[in-house]
Structure formats: structure tokens, C-alpha cells
């Protein structure tokens, strides 16, 4: 019986108890901090998670606090993380290593038997959630009977339908009968389908998952305040009954299948189970439904739905940080202030973000004067667009929007550390042009940072530094980046790392890729849908592309890349079948990734499938894609062997 690959060990979250003394008089309560023992921060940080030995422990503080609560020396016992992280549930670098159904029933029943065992204390029970609480974590927290959650928290959420498996430590019970089941559908399906969403704090607050949203400064003090205040009976917090939810339950379901249908065309098995989960919530005992979480997940546990899934995560996560090709932080110089040269789409984009996240001053220079209006007034309305998103306030917006600068001259930019070349082409004499004359009032060290449809080699070519050119684009989902393309062709180290840098510093992943004109993602991206259209109508792309169920429908992606003149229009074969449409750009896109990493441009076929989970384009249960082209068989008759390694 296989148990785990030799390289998997497993990070042990160790509980750590101590007494607070309540305010007020309140008494003792037991509170268990859950410590990984890693770094907040930096490379070697990595999520507070469970495996066998970190339930075993918690099980072990249990006993103590179980005891200790029958004696009443105790009052309450609360759970709390550290830094920014609550807890994100089963440790997945040993689920890879699970291929036995039988071990996989035993590792989820252990972990809902220490979890459930915060419900059944005899005294108060809380969840303090101080930072992200996803998965397994979120299941912990429910079964305590109060929470407080920190506003500071980024991300609350039941993903385990995006990753191929169901809530089975608890919360395919407890959520409905928390939330009630239209509510339960939210968290359980509807977000995990929509491009894996997660709930912000407020937006779990309103959800019902947490009594209390309270500042992150002081935010154990605040919390342990809060459950003195429940204990002494200042704070009453109510629970509507399971009749208080009977009429919703039919309208719940029929929602609920409505997205399986939509979002999975019945392909993809995780979904459906969860559906049916919920379907049981509705009669069953708790016994019955946890036993039958437990069941359905460790039978997902073993499809290749599941393990495409973990191998997707696990990319999204770790291939950026690990690339063999990856800047070099230490040799990075500092970047306090950024120009924008042009008003390319993309490099208006970028220097968005730039200031959404770094709130460091931009200078940009048009030298038509009307146009560097409209590229100024642009910035300031995607400003806008991220604070109508949630991503920052409009008061931020508004201080975001007072560090940019503009002109017509070159000189604009000259006291900058960094300057986006964002020159939308068609012009490569006046482009060139310019860049020769920013390249004379920059200083030495300023990096250009070339954004745009031309390699970076060809953009250099006519300047008296090209060493100091670094290629990068934008992979985004939907209109937000999911991660960056990063060229680095004949820069130097440290105008390498100096780029790496600054992307590491907006919180996206960084893939470094080999010169190439424009976007890498763009180029997959018109690959497939190119040669979708060799063999289907536009109109009928959708259908076409059901058995994969992309989470953004190809005739939208279509209809945006024709718009950015990046998709020609093609007459179809009228004679292909959907089957064969299908077939036809899998092939596509299985020899091109092949292409792209025999010329050097991709290191190998999984910085295709980061791509492409970053574009949000394509779900984890492809792998990317190349999971899914191998195990196909497509991959084989497309390039006479595996994508790499068969998963």
C-alpha cells in the first residue's frame, strides 16, 4: 500500500496552550495557539495545515483542556493562529502521496474526530480568526461556538470543490446549519466554481461566519475582551434553528444544480458530490452526513480529477519561487518612483497596478499632448475601477491618483528608478526614437521595463544600454493580474532582479520565459481558440468546450482577443464534429507547448499549465493542461510522447 512519496514530510502545526486570564473577572480561559514553527515571512514561509502528527497533538491539548474544562478550572478554550494565518486545513503536500482509498478514510475521519471535539467541551468553545482561515481551517473554526474574525483577514473560504474533493471535516454539515442551505451553496459551490473566489472579511462577516469583525490591531486582545463579554452575558449571540431554514431548501438545491450544470457540464465529479451532500444536510443525521463526506472525499481522493487538481495548486503556489530561472532578490536596486513612456493598454495597466499596490509616485510622458490627457485620465479610471472592485478605498484611489504626474517631454521621467516602456506599436521609428531619449536622462541605473507586442532583444537593439531592458507582461484573470511573464534576454543581473523584484513586491507569481514577441499566455491563448475556429463557429465554442469546463467560456475569451486584434477571423470546416473541433485544438496546443519549450522559450510544459491557471482561463482540474494531454492520450499523438512527467 502506497502511503506518501519519500519526499513528502509533513509540516507539523503544533498546538500551543496557555492560561489568559479574562477581563473582568470573566475567568481562565485555555486558549491553543496553532504554530507551524516557520517564518511569518519570506521563502520559507508555508500555511499552518494538519497532517496525522499535528491532529495527533491537537487531540493530545484537547484531552488537557477536556479535563481541565470538567473541573472547572477553565472557563472556555479558544483556537487562534499566528502572524496572518489561521489555518488552511489538510496538509496537501501529504495528500499527493495518499493513492489508497482505505488510508484516505482513515486520515478524514481522524482529523473531523479531533475538530468535532470543540463542540462537544463542556464549556464555551471560540474561534479567534486572525488571519486566513480556508478549507479544513474554516471547518475547525465552525465547529467552536463563536468566532471572531480580524477585518485584516484575506481570504475565508470552503474551497475543496475547486480542488477536486468536498468539506470533510465537518462542514458540509455544519455550514447550512449555520449559514442555512442558500447560503451553504454560496460558500460550498458557487464561489469555489467562480474562479475559486474568496470571501474578504467583511464579506464572511455578512455571510454569517463569523459574531464579530474586529480591528486586526490588538485583535487577540479585542477577541479575548469579546468572549469575556459572551461569558458574563454582555454579548448574546443567537442561532436560528434548522426549521428557521425548511423553506429554502428547495430554491437551495435547484441553485445548487444549476451551477454544477453550468460550471461542469457534469464532468467534473467534485461538484456533483458536494450537491449531494447538501441534498443529504437536508433529512440526514450529522452522524450520516460527516460519514458520507468522509466517503465521497476519500473516492475523490483517487480520481485524476483530484490529482490534476493537487498538482495545479501545489504549481500555482510553489513554480514561480522555485524556477530555475528566477531573479535573484539580493542584486535588486530600489524602485521609489516609476515612468510610463506611451499609453500601450497594457503599460497603463501596469502602472495601475503600481500604484494600487506600491503607492509609489508615476510620472508619465505621451509627447501628443492631447493623448498624455487621455493616457492620465486613464490611470485615474482604472484607479476608480479598483476601488468600485473593493480592491482599495476611495479615499486610497483618490491619494493614489495625486501621485501621478504627466508631460510631453522625456524630462518627466528623468528622476525615475524604473520607466514602462508602454509604446503600443505600429511606430517603431518614433517608438525608438523616444526610448534613445528617455535612455539620456535616466540615470544609469534606471531599468526600462519594455511592455508591448516586439521581443526585447529588438526593442534594445538601438540603445546605448540594452543590457538594462527587461521584458514583461501581464497574465491576467478577467481584468486583475494573475501573474507576470518575465524576459530577461541580455539584462544584467541586476536589472533582472531589480524587475523581479518590483513584481514580488505587487504579490504576483514571476515566470520567467525566453524572448518573445509579446505575451506567451496571448500566444496558448490564440493557439487554441485559432484552431477551435478552424472547425466551429463562433457561436458554438461554448458547447464545443463543455467536456472541459473552463471557467471562462471560450466565445467570451474570443470575443476579447478579437477586440484586441490579437484573434483573426476564420471560416470554419463545416464537416467537423464538436469531438473533433476539440480534438483538433487540443492537438494545437499540445504542439505548440511542445514548440515553446524545445525553442527555449517555456523551461518546460508546467510554466504552460502556471499560465494558463493564471489567465483563470482554466480550471485546476486540467492540471493547467498538460495533465490532462498526457493522461489523454493527446499529447502522445501530438508530439509522440508525454508533457513531461504523466500525473
Given amino acids: 500500500m502506497t502511503t506518501q512519496r519519500p519526499e513528502a514530510r509533513e509540516t507539523v502545526t503544533t498546538p500551543r496552550p496557555r492560561d489568559v486570564q479574562l477581563p473582568d473577572g470573566a475567568g481562565t480561559l485555555f486558549l491553543i495557539t496553532l504554530d507551524n514553527g516557520l517564518p511569518p515571512l519570506g521563502p520559507a514561509m508555508r500555511p499552518t495545515t494538519f497532517g496525522p502528527e499535528g491532529l495527533d497533538l491537537l487531540d493530545a491539548v484537547l484531552d488537557e483542556a477536556a479535563a481541565r474544562a470538567r473541573t472547572g478550572d477553565i472557563a472556555a478554550v479558544a483556537v487562534t493562529g499566528t502572524a496572518f494565518m489561521f489555518s488552511t486545513g489538510a496538509d496537501l503536500a501529504l495528500a499527493a502521496g495518499v493513492t489508497d482509498r482505505e488510508e484516505a478514510v482513515r486520515t478524514l475521519r481522524r482529523g473531523h474526530q479531533v475538530f468535532r471535539r470543540l463542540g462537544d467541551l463542556p464549556v464555551p468553545s471560540f474561534a479567534f480568526l486572525n488571519g486566513v482561515t480556508i478549507g479544513g481551517g474554516l471547518e475547525l473554526a465552525l465547529h467552536c461556538g463563536y468566532r471572531t474574525l480580524s477585518r485584516g483577514a484575506p481570504a475565508v473560504a470552503l474551497p475543496e470543490c475547486s480542488l477536486g474533493l468536498v468539506p470533510a471535516w465537518g462542514g458540509a454539515w455544519l455550514a447550512p446549519r449555520l449559514l442555512g442551505p442558500d447560503k451553504a451553496v454560496t460558500l460550498m459551490l458557487e464561489h469555489p466554481l467562480s474562479a475559486r473566489r474568496m470571501l474578504s472579511a467583511t464579506e464572511a462577516h455578512t455571510l454569517g461566519l463569523a459574531d464579530v469583525l474586529l480591528e486586526p490591531s490588538r485583535f487577540l486582545d479585542r477577541s479575548l475582551a469579546w468572549a469575556a463579554g459572551v461569558l458574563r452575558g454582555q454579548h448574546t449571540v443567537t442561532r436560528p434553528a434548522p426549521e428557521a431554514f425548511a423553506d429554502q431548501w428547495d430554491d437551495a438545491l435547484a441553485r445548487a444544480a444549476g451551477l454544477v450544470e453550468t460550471h461542469t457540464h457534469g464532468v467534473v465529479p467534485a461538484p456533483r458530490r458536494a450537491l449531494e451532500l447538501l441534498e443529504l444536510t437536508r433529512t440526514a443525521t450529522r452522524d450520516e452526513v460527516l460519514t458520507a463526506a468522509e466517503e465521497a472525499a476519500a473516492d475523490l481522493f483517487v480520481t485524476p480529477e483530484f490529482r490534476s487538481s ?330 509522440g510522447g508525454d508533457l513531461g512527467e504523466r500525473r
Fill in 310 to 639: 493537487l498538482y495545479a495548486f501545489q504549481l500555482t503556489q510553489k513554480h514561480a519561487e522555485t524556477h530555475p530561472a528566477r531573479p535573484d532578490p539580493r542584486l535588486a536596486r530600489p524602485v521609489r518612483s516609476v515612468g510610463l513612456i506611451g499609453d500601450g493598454e497594457h503599460g497603463l495597466r501596469l502602472a495601475a497596478l503600481l500604484l494600487e499596490k506600491l503607492r509609489v509616485p508615476v510620472a508619465v510622458c505621451v509627447p501628443d499632448p492631447v493623448a498624455c490627457d487621455v493616457a492620465t485620465g486613464e490611470l485615474r479610471r482604472l484607479l476608480d475601477e479598483a476601488a468600485a472592485s473593493g480592491r482599495i478605498s476611495a479615499a486610497d484611489a483618490q491619494r493614489c491618483a495625486e501621485r501621478i504626474s504627466g508631460g510631453t517631454a522625456v524630462d518627466v521621467v528623468a528622476d525615475t528608478d524604473a520607466v514602462v516602456a508602454a509604446l503600443p506599436g505600429g511606430r517603431p521609428g518614433e517608438d525608438d526614437a523616444v526610448l534613445r531619449q528617455a535612455e539620456g536622462v535616466v540615470s544609469e541605473d534606471c531599468v526600462l521595463l519594455a511592455v508591448g507586442s516586439r521581443t526585447v532583444a529588438d526593442l534594445a537593439a538601438g540603445l546605448k544600454h540594452p543590457s538594462r531592458v527587461v521584458g514583461l507582461s501581464l497574465i491576467t484573470a478577467s481584468s486583475v493580474p494573475g501573474a507576470v511573464e518575465l524576459t530577461r534576454a541580455g539584462a544584467t543581473d541586476a536589472a533582472y532582479a531589480t524587475a523581479g523584484a518590483l513584481v514580488a513586491r505587487l504579490g504576483l507569481p514571476c515566470l520567467p520565459v525566453g524572448d518573445h514577441p509579446g505575451s506567451v499566455a496571448d500566444r496558448l491563448r490564440t493557439t487554441f481558440l485559432g484552431a477551435l475556429l478552424d472547425r466551429a463557429r463562433e457561436e458554438d465554442l461554448d458547447t464545443v468546450c463543455a467536456p472541459l469546463a473552463l471557467p471562462t467560456p471560450p466565445s467570451v475569451l474570443c470575443r476579447r482577443l478579437r477586440r484586441a486584434g490579437s484573434l483573426a477571423h476564420a471560416a470554419p470546416s463545416p464537416a467537423a464534429t464538436a469531438r473533433d473541433a476539440l480534438d483538433h485544438a487540443l492537438t494545437a496546443l499540445a504542439r505548440d507547448i511542445g514548440a515553446l519549450v524545445a525553442e527555449g522559450t517555456l523551461t518546460g510544459p508546467a510554466d504552460a499549465d502556471l499560465m494558463l491557471l493564471a489567465s483563470g482561463e482554466w480550471p485546476l482540474h486540467l492540471g493547467g493542461i498538460t495533465p490532462y494531454l498526457n493522461r489523454s492520450g493527446i499529447a502522445v499523438r501530438s508530439t
